[in-house]
């Protein structure tokens, strides 16, 4: 099984700031990485899938990058309705695994 | 539009069985995979199982093999998870989630609490 590892657990920001979210697979899973976004008392959504690429309606303030093992979500300029808690997932192979989230929280 | 509704959950005691049920619309069900993720409240998300679009190749997580089976009735745009031997450590939402076909779960339900106590 693939461990996708967060950090940091907990980003503490202010609206407008940029914030970099951070996820390590433990083994290669290529471009095979996704984003979710989860506000609380709603179902994941959808940011970013292989890697880099905005899923449908998602702004451009999110972006990812990486490959291999080592993968980034930006957000520039935080608005208040980004402060929510996002999940990376692999999807490589399965078991599909996820991250155990990081919580952005306004400061 | 997509709209994934998924039902059944609720409190049962240990050693007790489930059956969740998810009610598909809005997209070609049977074109997709289809999945099962659960999250204990406050907690992450763990992906529960997988199921290819007839049905012909399923994949569960560690935590629920042999327990759980998922299953799909195309005709019906309907997705299933039968849950036995139930422990309170699968206690959570079961979310309903459609794949892309990579492995990504592109659209979710709003999900449905199963309380596993005696």
């Known amino acids: 099984e693939i461990v996708m590892t967060q950090s940091p657990a907990t980003l503490s920001m202010s609206p407008g700031e940029r914030a970099t979210l951070s996820c390590r697979a433990s083994q290669s899973v290529s471009s095979n990485l996704a984003w979710y976004q989860q506000k609380p008392g709603q179902s994941p959504r959808l940011l970013i899938y292989g890697a880099s690429t905005r899923a449908t309606g998602i702004p451009a303030r999110f972006s990812g990058s990486g490959s291999g093992t080592e993968f980034t979500l930006t957000i520039t300029s935080l608005q208040s309705e980004d402060f929510a808690v996002y999940y990376c997932?692999?999807?490589?192979?399965?078991?599909?695994?996820f991250g155990g989230g990081t919580k952005v929280e306004i400061k | 539009e997509v709209q994934l509704v998924e039902s059944g959950g609720g409190l049962v005691q240990p050693g007790r069985s489930l059956r969740l049920s998810c009610a598909a619309s809005g997209f070609i069900f049977d074109d997709f995979v289809m999945h099962w993720v659960r999250q204990v409240p406050g907690k992450g998300l763990e992906w529960v199982a997988g199921?290819?679009?007839?049905?012909?190749?399923?994949g569960y997580a560690d935590s629920v093999k042999g327990r759980f089976s998922i299953s799909r009735e195309n005709a019906k745009n309907s997705l299933f998870l039968q849950m036995d031997n139930l422990r309170p450590d699968d206690t959570a939402f079961y979310f309903c989630a459609k794949d892309n076909d990579q492995g990504v779960f592109d659209m979710w339900g709003q999900g449905t609490m199963v309380s596993v106590s005696s």
């Open positions: 997932q692999q999807y490589i192979y399965w078991p599909l695994t």
């Open positions: 199921i290819s679009w007839n049905g012909g190749s399923v």
